[in-house]
């Protein structure tokens, strides 16, 4: 595939932008290649500059469950911005995707929306802080949070793919106040509120760890951290920000009917446009400004475009999207087994519901961040480049997930894997 115009972009944005690009996943670096430029995308499709069309796995890193340029989330923004941008005043749109939200998440009596990932989980930690009146935080390996001071100690996403384990940037006393614990390892937690338990004020976990491969936790694992927090005073939180709405019960705590004590969303409920949400019992969300002392505040928080975007978004997630989504997920699955088998490739496939990953290796997939092989990297690299030649994009990252949307049909994951079949062929 021709890349001219996209190197050509790369090299004149490198100048004017930090490695030529605004997040840095986006920048190829651990395949060992180039970022992509899309000039337009529609549906599984993304076009980029060069004119190559790429089926699209990573859709915008999870928010477009509907796919590009979704004619009904489009018709929503476009009717929705002409009677204005911004309001910086309340408005009916945030009051019905509040409704909505609580309706897939029914532990909550009050959600407040934000402009991203970060931000809510950010602010949930505040929160959390200012209810019971603690410092302490406690976070897992391998758990992303987004950039949030406090929570970038041993975390996934883009610093799992360049080994930092933290940042520089960050004052020794703000992590001084968290503590890292493993996942799947009720040990170890135990033994943290054992000796802490009076002074943790919440456990912060993705009840669904998808920003450093797919860890699917044990549920057990998960009602002893509900079971400790409860025992101790402190707030179970759910960063669902990837995996809220991807399950017909809401979140991942739905799916497993475990509740926690405040839930942060993003992705998805944004439609495409930066929204984030947190949300909990009122007794919790009234210790929020201006109710109460907690302050947190957003210029263009529930901004009347975005909302309406999150809104057309939910409303089209019917049982039966959900239903469609996890079969098409399941034929992905099927077929790519055969292919990794065939070849007898270390790669093994993990999915649940419509996110999917490729574990390195050979081993069983793993539940803890330890335990993926330090040559995933590696491993990964040569079948991105393989499926991208061929027209399949999934994220430029061994530890990044992939994603299914509404748009993908039988001939996208089907397509895929018989560009799998060929790249591992020309592999091994
Ligand atoms: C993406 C993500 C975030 C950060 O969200 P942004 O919108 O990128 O700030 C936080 N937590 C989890 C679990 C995420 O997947």
């Known amino acids: 595939m021709e890349r001219t115009n996209s190197n050509r972009l790369h090299d004149e944005a490198s100048n004017h932008l930090v490695g030529g690009v605004n997040s840095p996943v986006r920048a190829f670096k651990s395949v060992h290649g180039t970022p992509i430029y899309f000039q337009k995308a529609s549906g599984a499709i993304v076009t980029d500059v060069d004119g190559n069309d790429l089926v699209d796995f990573i859709q915008s890193w999870g928010p477009l469950i509907h796919g590009h340029s979704h004619p009904q989330i489009i018709g929503a923004i476009t009717e929705k911005m002409q009677n204005g941008t911004s309001f910086g005043a309340p408005h009916t749109g945030e009051l019905e995707l509040a409704k909505k939200v609580k309706g897939r998440f029914p532990f909550m009596d009050k959600v407040r929306?934000?402009?991203?990932?970060?931000?809510?989980?950010?602010?949930?930690?505040?929160?959390?802080?200012?209810f019971t009146g603690r410092d302490l935080i406690v976070k897992f390996d391998g758990c992303y949070h987004g950039h949030v001071d406090s929570l970038m100690v041993k975390a996934g996403?883009?610093?799992?793919?360049?080994g930092i384990a933290s940042s520089p940037g960050i004052?020794?006393?703000?992590?001084?106040?968290t503590l890292v614990a493993t996942l799947d390892d009720?040990?170890?937690i135990e033994f943290l509120f054992s000796e802490h338990g009076h002074e943790i004020a919440a456990v912060v976990i993705e009840p669904l760890p998808a920003n450093n491969g797919l860890l699917i936790q044990r549920t057990e694992f998960l009602n002893t951290l509900r079971r400790l927090c409860t025992d101790h005073g402190a707030l179970l939180i759910f960063d669902e920000v990837i995996s809220g709405f991807r399950f017909p019960e809401g979140g991942y705590g739905g799916h497993v009917q475990i509740e926690p004590d405040i839930t942060a969303l993003g992705k998805v409920i944004g439609g495409g446009l930066p929204v984030g949400a947190y949300g909990a019992r009122s007794e919790i969300m009234d210790k929020l400004s201006p109710l109460g002392p907690v302050y947190q505040a957003g210029t263009l928080s529930g901004n009347p475009i975005a909302m309406a975007a999150g809104m057309e978004t939910l409303e089209m997630l019917t049982d039966r999207s959900y239903h469609d989504l996890d079969s098409l997920g399941a034929i992905l699955e099927s077929a790519a087994n055969v292919v990794l088998e065939?070849?007898?490739?270390?790669?093994?496939?993990?999915?649940?519901?419509?996110?999917?990953?490729?574990?390195?290796?050979?081993?069983?997939?793993?539940s803890r961040a330890d335990q993926i092989p330090s040559d995933a990297g590696v491993m990964f690299a040569n079948v991105h480049q393989g499926l991208l030649e061929r027209g399949y994009m999934l994220a430029p990252s061994a530890y990044e997930i992939g994603f299914l949307s509404t748009a993908h049909k039988e001939e996208h994951v089907l397509g895929m894997v018989s560009a799998l079949d060929d790249v591992l062929k020309n592999l091994m």
Not at 114 to 130: D, F, K, P, Q
Not at 171 to 177: E, F, G, H, Q, R
Not at 347 to 366: K, N, Q
């Open 113 to 130: 929306f934000v402009n991203s990932g970060t931000e809510a989980v950010m602010s949930t930690v505040r929160l959390a802080r200012g």
């Open 157 to 162: 996403s883009g610093l799992a793919t360049f």
């Open 171 to 177: 004052p020794k006393d703000t992590i001084s106040t």
């Open 186 to 188: 009720e040990e170890l």
């Open 342 to 366: 065939k070849y007898n490739y270390p790669m093994r496939f993990v999915r649940i519901g419509s996110l999917f990953w490729f574990s390195p290796g050979d081993a069983t997939p793993p």
